[in-house]
């Protein structure tokens, strides 16, 4: 298995802007979730879906973000308007129940 | 809230020391608890998964107990190699129970330097 597939690696983009981050999970995992990491905060659960269902979305910051899961092997999470404040890593990572978390390598975005 | 907590934040230790890790997890109905690594600039890569009716597991140089009572984990790392420098994340996922299972609550880290 390829692992965790995330795209694009890296983002830049100018505030107010639309960006949108795509996520491949591992086939046949039914978890997936959506971190954000800064120096400040660490880690950080935006939201997680089972069996494509959203499950908490406590973590979204803010209306601007919002994240889709249409089938199994395919996520995104999108901001729109796009701020300087959202630059940051972030991660998408899936697991099945009992079983381990398996992240992607990451998208580190900038909004200039 | 389940809080972790990771001790030291920062360790530099001399090529060939055995060493440990510490996480304190504040709520003890956990369904397992992972170890990562963290690379600069890269993603996490799991180094360990321990259950929460296990009490260890190894990998190599590497050996993770877990005190669920207690709330704590080590991860114990024999003969540090310089390669083995990187930050070191504990994470624990919340107890089954209809849809509470998921959430992966994360330590700050601690980051290592081993120098040759």
């Known amino acids: 298995d390829a692992g965790v597939i995330q795209s694009p690696r890296h983002e830049v983009t100018e505030m107010g802007q639309e960006v949108t981050l795509r996520c491949k999970p591992i086939?046949?995992?039914?978890?997936l979730f959506w971190y954000r990491q800064t120096m400040m905060r660490g880690l950080e659960l935006l939201i997680y879906?089972?069996?494509?269902?959203?499950?908490?979305d406590s973590g979204m910051p803010e209306d601007r973000f919002s994240a889709k899961m249409p089938n199994a092997s395919f996520s995104t999470l999108k901001i729109q308007p796009s701020e300087p404040r959202d630059s940051a890593v972030y991660f998408c990572?899936?697991?099945?129940?009992?079983?381990?978390?398996?992240f992607g390598s990451g998208t580190r975005l900038t909004v200039v | 809230k389940q809080e972790v907590t990771q001790i030291p934040a920062a360790l530099s230790v001399p090529e060939g020391e055995n060493l440990v890790l510490n996480c304190s997890f504040t709520?003890?109905?956990?369904?397992?608890l992972q170890w990562f690594r963290q690379d600069p600039g890269k993603g996490l890569t799991s180094l360990l998964l321990?259950?929460?009716?296990?009490r260890e597991q190894t990998s190599g140089r590497l050996n993770a107990s877990l005190d669920k009572s207690s709330g704590r984990s080590t991860l114990y790392i024999a003969a540090s190699q310089p390669g083995d420098s990187a930050t070191y994340l504990c994470?624990?996922?919340?107890?089954?129970?209809?849809?509470?299972?998921?959430?992966?609550?994360f330590g700050q880290g601690t980051i290592l330097t081993v120098h040759p």
């Open positions: 709520d003890s109905a956990i369904y397992n």
């Open positions: 086939s046949g995992h039914d978890y």
């Open positions: 994470a624990v996922t919340a107890n089954a129970g209809g849809t509470s299972y998921g959430k992966l609550t």
């Open positions: 990572a899936s697991s099945s129940r009992g079983n381990g978390y398996t």
């Open positions: 321990i259950q929460s009716s296990q």
């Open positions: 879906f089972n069996n494509n269902v959203p499950i908490d």
